[in-house]
């Protein structure tokens, strides 16, 4: 989109209030759009230089002044390529339009902590620190909920199945069926494991308690 040039009359002065700190720098004539288009991991954002230069210690701020020391590359259309992660790109240059944290479903701060600190825009990374600390204190005020599972397996299998237990599952009770079969030539007797997991969530919806047959295993395995 082609800039309209200074009315030499000085009637665009009364809209120099509403510029940046970035744009009231720029010198005159320096030929600097507006607009800055940047390809940030392979995605585009179309913003304004005036967004980009909210802070003026950031990155960003530096990218827009066409600072010789910062090295940036561009890409055939014209975008600066920066090579981070588009997903928590969108929050941060959000942030810098208006003001707010607005995070999608499926997003974390850290996530968000991680490109403010890259970008270096101070006042983002206050805020993200603060976000977390309020979100772990009150998760630290929850009641630790747990999801209980029962498996069957032989006795060959126990080593391997306590082994290769992941993704937070834990060990609880191993309760002998009171039974053995012929396999071959030798018997295999049958046992019933029981494992939990920790919910630091309460919005995945599963019974956090155990079942009664859990609960009916594990009096049997204590009498044992």
């Given amino acids: 989109m082609a800039e309209k040039s200074p009315d030499p009359s000085g009637s665009n002065a009364r809209r120099c209030p509403a510029l940046s700190l970035g744009e009231r720098l720029l ?27 909210r802070d003026p210690k950031s990155f960003l701020y530096r990218l827009c002044q066409a600072d010789p020391d910062l090295d940036s590359d561009k890409d055939e259309t014209g975008a600066y390529l920066i090579d981070r992660d588009p997903t928590y790109f969108g929050p941060v240059l959000n942030y810098l339009r208006h003001g707010k944290l607005v995070l999608n479903r499926g997003l974390a701060e850290e996530g968000v902590l991680e490109e403010a600190e890259f970008y270096n825009i101070t006042s983002l990374i206050k805020l993200v620190k603060d976000k ?18 029962v498996l069957q397996c032989q006795e060959e299998e126990l080593t391997q199945m306590v082994s290769t237990m992941s993704d937070g599952w834990k060990f609880e009770q191993l309760v002998s069926i009171g039974s053995s079969y012929n396999y071959g030539n030798e018997d295999q007797a049958e046992f019933l494991c029981v494992v939990s997991k920790e919910l630091h969530n309460q919005s995945y919806g599963t019974n956090s308690e155990p079942s009664e047959k859990a609960k009916i295993l594990q009096e049997q395995g204590s009498r044992m």
């Fill in 27 to 53: 010198p005159s004539g320096s030929g600097l759009s507006k607009w800055v288009r940047l390809n940030v991991g392979g995605t585009y954002f179309l913003t304004t230089r005036q967004t980009l230069c």
């Fill in 132 to 149: 977390i600390r309020e979100r772990d204190c009150k998760m630290a005020q929850l009641p630790v909920k747990h999801v209980y599972r």
